[in-house]
């Protein structure tokens, strides 16, 4: 039986699942896009709940500050702190920021399959190269990938979003201007699955380990995000993730994790 505690952390994922549902029952499958964007306001709409004053998150850009010709692609849910600095623009559901206040980004997608997670793969690298560019020293920024439904591929074997993951990081290394990982920190679906990208356990290690869970995504997600921000903003962690007792799921099978290099040819 779940205790109490955690009927009310899988009620997040359940409610993001349950407003998708209504609006794909009464709009069928010829409206995509209108489905798509749909799915960035349920999950704004659940981080708008968590974040602390300050924290706003909204489809948004990041621009360098004095490059007309550094501008990121467009981010499905960018999360910036406007007690370090406001938006250039931030209306209608819009941000456009410069690097320096930007926490987070999340690309947001119906389903997840090789296709998908690498067109969200290109969105994370196109920013990480706006901040890489950027004149500023800039913390680090967390990004993920977030999947409302697993492909049929997933579902059959886990492990596959390891091989889509490399792949896609791998055909954008020549695009990539940053010397850490440029991918995202982690690949989560609404109740299935998180994938989690480790940063290497020293500076001189070039390794970094992805660790897949059969858990629920969005907790996962709420957990990492929460967290960093809060390290970003107190040097602490939040405590989110020790209610949710996060990766507490069982790990994928037969291959739990994976070792990856980047970049792919260091010297």
């Known amino acids: 039986m779940l205790s109490n505690r955690a009927r009310f952390l899988n009620s997040i994922a359940g409610e993001l699942t349950s407003q998708a549902n209504r609006v794909r029952d009464l709009i069928g499958g010829s409206h995509w896009l209108s489905d798509g964007h749909h799915k960035e306001y349920l999950l704004l709409d659940v981080l708008a709940r968590h974040l602390p004053n300050g924290v706003i998150a909204s489809r948004g850009f990041v621009i360098h500050p004095s490059r007309s010709d ?17 938006p250039l623009f931030s209306q209608g559901g819009l941000i456009v920021s410069t690097p320096r206040s930007v926490l987070a980004a999340l690309s947001v997608k119906t389903t997840l399959d090789a296709s998908t997670l690498k067109d969200s793969v290109e969105n994370t690298v196109s920013l990480r190269n706006a901040l890489a560019l950027s004149s500023l020293e800039i913390p680090q920024v967390w990004c993920a990938s977030y999947f409302f439904n697993l492909g049929n591929q997933v579902v059959r074997e886990r492990v596959k979003v390891f091989d889509w993951v490399e792949h896609a990081v791998g055909d954008l290394q020549e695009y990539a201007h ?13 109740s299935e699955i998180a994938v989690l990208v480790d940063p290497p356990e020293s500076a001189a290690s070039i390794t970094h380990q992805m660790r897949g869970f059969e858990v629920d995504g969005t907790v996962v997600l709420l957990a990492h995000l929460l967290s960093h921000i809060a390290l970003r903003r107190t040097g602490d962690r939040a405590t989110f993730g020790d209610v949710a007792e996060i990766e507490q799921g069982r790990a994928f099978q037969p291959d739990a994790s994976r070792n990856i290099i980047w970049p792919r040819h260091s010297g």
């Open 70 to 86: 550094v501008v990121s692609k467009e981010q499905d849910i960018l999360i910036v702190d406007t007690n370090l600095e406001a």
């Open 178 to 190: 940053v010397p850490t990982w440029p991918g995202p920190d982690l690949i989560a679906s609404t």
